[in-house]
């Protein structure tokens, strides 16, 4: 990365410290364990969690499970270089639990690539479940105070399209028997998991397990050339156009900002009922054609001596078919945490493109 897309962080960073500064006293002294902690979740969570332990004096330490240590060392020199930052190089399925106290616990470690999820379903399905498993053991062992497994809003299956904003209680649809979706069968399985384990057991002993049921977001790190829309549309607007849309533009998206999401994930972790699934985006619903829309006229303002890119979809809508959706209703993280997006998609759109521009 370079000094650019290092500022374009750091800015980020220091905002949501001001907007959250009362939050961060909470994990003076921690011992935070996270799994996943090199993937954009990880990423994020960690340039937050370090500048925060340096800006407040928390004495924050972080051990983090990644699979790699050494491509994350090269993409993330000075911050993987952060003298409060441990790295274990393990399978979240199988790691070696950490030497002394753990207070909190994180597990974003996830497989959310689509080839996977084809291909072999049943690696799929066990990262999910049985790295939830062996998180949960950890806390449970170390009688951490807090947990929080970051799920996804594929739980709740294909939303039906005349539900413009599916709440955390909407049914789960049901799917066809075997792991056609092992993603969205393994989430639920390990939502099942913490719910376990977040009721006493015989020995009155239980997990603090919080739930957040994650959608849909953009910002710096969102790989430009995998499965999601949003950053293919902005890889396209870089390279001068056109923009392609694969489908006929018709479903509906919503996108949270990666500094705000790092905001929704800590509260819900530290604030969060245990037990209880929070879902975690934006309300703000837009079609995949008006998003690559939004994507055109933010690198048109950007970048004018370039001009507004051509957006070319693949195929015509079919009249009267309905739209799909996946879009969700937040009310229970606003009314419950007070938790509201703080950044807007055209201001979300800029800054990432401003990132990767300076990469």
Known sequence: MTCLGDAIVAEDVADLLCRTGSMWSQLRGAHIFLTGGTGFFGRWLLESLVTANQRF????????????????????????????????????????????????????????????????????????????????????????????????????????????????????????????????????????????????????????????????????????????????????????????????????????????????LLVILLNGQAGRPYNVGSEAAVSIRELADRVAAVSAAERPRQGRPDVLVARQPQPGLQAERYVPDCGRARTELGLIPATSLDTAILRTMRFHAGS
């Not at 753990?102 to 996977?116: G, P, R, Y």
């Not at 399905?125 to 449970?140: F, H, I, K, S």
């Not at 075997?178 to 393994?186: Q, T, W």
């Not at 603090?208 to 910002?219: E, L, P, Q, S």
């Open 57 to 264: 004096s928390l004495e924050c330490r972080i051990t983090v499970l990644t699979r790699n240590i050494a491509r994350f060392s090269a993409q993330a020199r000075q911050l993987s270089a952060n003298p409060a930052l441990h790295f274990i190089e393990e399978d979240v399925r199988s790691f070696e639990f950490p030497c002394g106290e753990v207070t909190h616990v994180i597990h974003a470690a996830t497989e959310s690539s689509t080839t996977l999820n084809a291909d072999d379903p049943q690696t799929m399905y066990d990262v999910c479940v049985e790295g939830t498993r062996r998180a949960l053991a950890l806390a449970r062992e170390k009688r951490a105070s807090h947990f929080l497994l970051t799920s996804s809003g594929a739980v709740y299956g294909r939303q039906p399209p005349e539900v413009t904003h599916i709440p955390e209680d909407f049914p789960f649809s049901p799917d066809q028997p075997g792991l056609r979706n092992a993603y969205a069968e393994g989430k639920r399985a390990a939502e099942e998991l913490c719910l376990a384990a977040s009721r006493p057991d015989a020995e009155g002993g239980s997990v603090n397990a919080t739930i957040a049921r994650c959608f849909a977001f953009v910002g710096p790190h969102l790989p430009l050339d995998i499965h999601f829309a949003i950053g293919n549309f902005i890889r396209d607007a870089l390279a001068g156009g056109p923009i392609l849309i694969g489908g006929d533009g018709t479903p509906y998206r919503s996108y949270l900002y990666a500094a705000d999401l790092v905001e929704w």
